[in-house]
């Protein structure tokens, strides 16, 4: 199954990291996503709300489906993110550009999940509709 297939099958997204700055990639990211019609769900401990939802300080706060969990934070904090994704039975690990581990990946796979690294969600939407030119 291709990604843009996945992405066409989801529709709840777990953002971690996600900052209220706007000024920040995992805002404006958010922000494209929702536009797109996703929901997204921050997952970040120091934000209370973002993009005008509720945030949540873990993934195992959320109380409903997750379908992706797009993360945000350095490569060195993904295992336990895994960890969490797999818990809380999403069905995507996604990790941003720049953001890659095989622990991360090992035990993504190991829960069933689709594991994608190094890669930017927006851009990989973006691509699958057919609108490179919106490709930042």
Not at 59 to 79: A, Y
Request: proline share 7%; charged share 25%; aromatic share 4%.
């Amino acid at each position: 199954m291709d990604i843009g297939t996945i992405l066409r099958g989801c529709r709840t997204i777990a953002v971690v990291g996600l900052s209220a700055r706007p000024d920040r990639d995992s805002n404006s990211v958010a922000r494209y996503l929702q536009g797109a019609g996703y929901r997204i769900i921050p997952v970040n401990p120091s934000e209370v709300e973002v993009l005008g939802e509720r945030a949540f300080p873990s993934l195992r706060d959320i109380p409903e489906p997750v379908d992706i969990v797009d993360v945000f934070r350095r490569s060195e904090h993904t295992p336990p993110i895994a960890r969490d994704a797999v818990a809380v039975g999403a069905k995507v690990l996604w990790l941003q550009l720049g953001v890659e581990s095989d622990e991360a990946r090992r035990i993504a796979e190991e829960g069933g999940l689709i594991y994608v690294e190094d890669s930017c969600i927006r851009t990989v939407h973006q691509l699958s509709e057919g609108d490179p030119e919106g490709v930042p």
